[in-house]
C-alpha cells in the first residue's frame, strides 16, 4: 500500500532527500504535504512537480507568491504557523517526516503526536526542548516515532528485533570540522570555517551545532528520551571516519553497530518503509577504503557545549528549553557574523544563567521559557 506522506522542511536537506527517495519509489510512497519556511521559489517547483494535495509556506508574507505560482493547479496553499500546526494532523496522512530546524518544529511535532501519525522525526530540538512532554504524549496517543537522525537510526536499527534491555549507547561523532585545531584557535575561526563539516553535508544551522559539538550533545539528550536509557549509560565517541552510525550494547556485552557510508538517504529511507527495508540510492560501503576505523573520547573542555547539555538533561525541566533558544539566537548571530565563535557558548550560558527553570513545566511553560530565553540571549551581545 502506498504511503501518504507530509514533508515538514521539504526545501531542507532532508526534506530534499525525503523527495528524492519519494520520486525513487512512487509505488510505495507519495508526498501529499509539503512545507517550507522562507524557500517559495523552491516550495513552488517542488509542488508543481510532484503535486501534493497541499503546501504550506511557513513566513506568511511569501502567500501571494505562492499562491499565484500554483493558481493552474489544484493544490490548496496556506501559510503561517497556525496553519503549519493544523496541517501536521491532517487525516489523509500516514506519516510525517517532520525535518523543520530547530524549536519551529516542536509544536507541529506535537499536533502530529496528539493526531496519532507516525513520526518520522529530524527535528531533534522537539525532544531537546521538551522531550519528557513529547515522549508521554506519545505513549498516549499510542504515536510511532522512528529516529532519522543517522544515529538514532543506527540504535533503532540495533534495536529492531531485541526484546532485552540497552545496557548503554555509543553515540558516534565525525569531530566536526575543528577536531585537529589547537585549541587556542578556536577564537578566530570563521563562519566559514564552521561551515566546512569534513563528513556530512547539512544545513547552516547543524553544521554550526556540530562545529560546536552541541549537536552530539543535543542527541544524548535525543538518544535518552527515544530510549529511554539513562544521560550516564550514553557514550559519545568520537569517530572520524563516521562509518559506524552508532552502538548499543546489551546486558551480556554484546554490542550491535549500524554502518555505512555516511549519508542520511538510508535513515530517511528507513523510517518511511520501517519495519521493511528497499533498495536505496545511496553510496555503498567499500571497506577497502577504510584501512581503520578509529575511536576516540571527546576533548569537553574544548567543546564544552557538550557537557552543557549534558547537564542540562540531569537538571530536567526547562533547563533544556533555555539552552536550546540561546543555541538558536546565537548560532543565528554566528552566521550573521554578529558574535564569535566562542561568544556562541558564552551566550548559552549567561542566558541559563538569568532564566529560572520550571522543574515540572506545561507546554505553555515550554513556550514561554522559550520565548523569554531568546529575549535574554539576544541582549547578551
Ligand atoms: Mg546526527
Not at 499565484?68 to 491532517?90: F, M, R, T
Not at 501519525?117 to 504515536?143: D, P
Not at 538510508?266 to 560501503?285: D, E, G, M, W
Amino acid at each position: 500500500m502506498q504511503k501518504k506522506i507530509a514533508i515538514f522542511g521539504s526545501t531542507g536537506s532532508i526534506g530534499t532527500q525525503a523527495l528524492e527517495i519519494i520520486a525513487e519509489h512512487p509505488d510505495l510512497f507519495s508526498a501529499e504535504i509539503l512545507t517550507a519556511n522562507n524557500n517559495a521559489d523552491l516550495l513552488i517547483e517542488q509542488a508543481l512537480r510532484v503535486q501534493p494535495d497541499a503546501v504550506v509556506i511557513a513566513n506568511d508574507s511569501l502567500y501571494l507568491k505562492v499562491r499565484n505560482a500554483l493558481a493552474d493547479s489544484p493544490i490548496k496553499v496556506y501559510a503561517g504557523a497556525a496553519a503549519l500546526e493544523q496541517i501536521a494532523a491532517s487525516e489523509n496522512i500516514d506519516i510525517v517526516l517532520m525535518a523543520l530546524v530547530g524549536y519551529s518544529g516542536l509544536l507541529p511535532t506535537i499536533q502530529a503526536v496528539r493526531a496519532g501519525k507516525t513520526i518520522a522525526l529530524a527535528n531533534k530540538e522537539a525532544l531537546v526542548v521538551a522531550g519528557s512532554l513529547v515522549m508521554a504524549l506519545a505513549a498516549e496517543h499510542k504515536t510511532p516515532i522512528i529516529p532519522v537522525d543517522s544515529e538514532h537510526s543506527a540504535i533503532f536499527q540495533c534495536l529492531t528485533g531485541e526484546y532485552a534491555a540497552i545496557d548503554k549507547i555509543y553515540l558516534t561523532a565525525s569531530g566536526g570540522p575543528f577536531f585537529n585545531l589547537p585549541v587556542e584557535q578556536l577564537a578566530n575561526v570563521t563562519c566559514a570555517d564552521a561551515l566546512q563539516h569534513p563528513r556530512w553535508n547539512m544545513g547552516a544551522k547543524i553544521t554550526i551545532d556540530s562545529a560546536t559539538m552541541m549537536n552530539k550533545g543535543f542527541e544524548v539528550i535525543e538518544a535518552h528520551w527515544l530510549f529511554a536509557v539513562p544521560e550516564r549509560n550514553i557514550e559519545v565517541l568520537i569517530h572520524p571516519q563516521s562509518v559506524v552510525h552508532s552502538m548499543v550494547q546489551f546486558a551480556d556485552g554484546a554490542v550491535k553497530a549500524q554502518l555505512g557510508e555516511p549519508s542520511m538517504k538510508i535513515p530517511v529511507q528507513y523510517a518511511l518503509t520501517f519495519p521493511h527495508r528497499t533498495v536505496c540510492n545511496s553510496p555503498k560501503i567499500d571497506f577497502m577504503n577504510y584501512k581503520s576505523l578509529t575511536f576516540m573520547q571527546p576533548n569537553t573542555k574544548k567543546f564544552p557545549c557538550l557537557e552543557l547539555a549534558r547537564y542540562t538533561l540531569r537538571a530536567g525541566g526547562t533547563t533544556a528549553c533555555i539552552m536550546n533558544a540561546a543555541n538558536e539566537i546565537a548560532v543565528q548571530a554566528f552566521l550573521d557574523g554578529k558574535i564569535k565563535y566562542l561568544d556562541i557558548y558564552l551566550t548559552i550560558c549567561k542566558t541559563m544563567d538569568k532564566i529560572a527553570s520550571i522543574s515540572t513545566p506545561t507546554l505553555d511553560d515550554y513556550i514561554e521559557t522559550d520565548a523569554a530565553a531568546r529575549s535574554v540571549a539576544a541582549l547578551s551581545f
